[in-house]
């Protein structure tokens, strides 16, 4: 079975590029400036920002559910992205390189399995889920912050 994972999509978010920061705070957001790579994952592209890029640090719903598991956290956005990453069979760099919580949801937006794995296992582990038939997608999060980082459903 292959899995299909997706990067946010950028529309909801452009209109706050170039904001100043006051305009920003108001919104809940404030600007970065990347100064190393790995450490600043874009949740669009799926790719950690070089150095000197500026990013969005804003609070997320990754988990809208009118149940108990309904969550946000903080990710961060690299201001002007424009490509979401789409792909099937391909685990995205900024996934790659980090440990990743992967849980399980059913059509009811409930906790149905999770499972850790890192490196080369992260394929399987998302292949392994996704076999369960209760599960209708996954939410892959980076497992030391705790941060969503993508959705994963089969393809």
Do not use: K
Not at 132 to 146: E, I, K, S, T
């Amino acid at each position: 079975m292959d899995f299909r994972i997706r990067g946010l999509d950028p529309a909801p978010f452009r209109h706050l590029w170039g904001l100043p920061a006051a305009a920003l705070a108001a919104a809940g957001a404030e600007r970065h400036v990347a100064d190393c790579r790995p450490g600043f994952p874009d949740r669009v592209a799926l790719v950690d920002a070089a150095p000197g890029e500026t990013l969005l640090l804003l609070n997320f719903v990754h988990q809208p559910a009118a149940n108990p598991y309904r969550a946000s956290h903080a990710i961060y956005l690299r201001e002007g992205a424009e490509r979401a990453f789409d792909a099937v069979g391909v685990i995205p760099p900024a996934l790659a390189i980090r440990p990743l919580s992967l849980r399980a949801f059913d059509a009811g937006d409930r906790l149905v399995g999770a499972e850790l794995a890192e490196g080369a296992a992260q394929a399987g582990a998302i292949r392994a889920l996704l076999a369960d038939p209760r599960v209708r997608y996954l939410q892959a999060h980076y497992a030391r912050p705790g941060c969503y980082a993508a959705r994963i459903e089969r393809a």
